[in-house]
């Protein structure tokens, strides 16, 4: 069955990397959060920070935000490492309730 190339399973997308628009790599995406009703992606979780997984911590980006490069075979978002730094974050263990009020901190540090 051929899959057309605007698509991309799920599983493909978790450990692709992530660039900032200067090319340096920020991290990797752990996880992505699907709203249940729409079926639309609404945030990449991007795993970034630590020493060889040690440590990391999760940062959801709003999808939207991300956009493919073929070019460094990964996503490229317009962030740098001290914004990304700054940005609602949990610990690998700790995944918060994507709930109204998380979703409005997220959205509005994005300014989205």
Excluded: C, H
């Amino acid at each position: 069955m051929a899959i057309s190339s605007s698509v991309i399973s799920s599983e493909r997308v978790e450990g692709t990397s992530v660039y900032n628009v200067a090319g340096d790599k920020l991290g990797t995406i752990d996880d992505l959060m699907i709203d249940k009703v729409s079926g639309q992606v609404r945030y990449a979780v991007l795993e970034f920070g630590g020493f060889l997984g040690m440590g990391t911590d999760r940062y959801p980006i709003p999808w939207n935000m991300l956009k493919y490069d073929t070019a460094q075979d990964g996503y490229v978002v317009p962030l740098d490492k001290t914004q990304l730094e700054a940005a609602p974050r949990y610990g690998q263990d700790a995944v918060p309730e994507y709930d109204d009020a998380y979703r409005t901190s997220v959205d509005k540090y994005y300014d989205f």
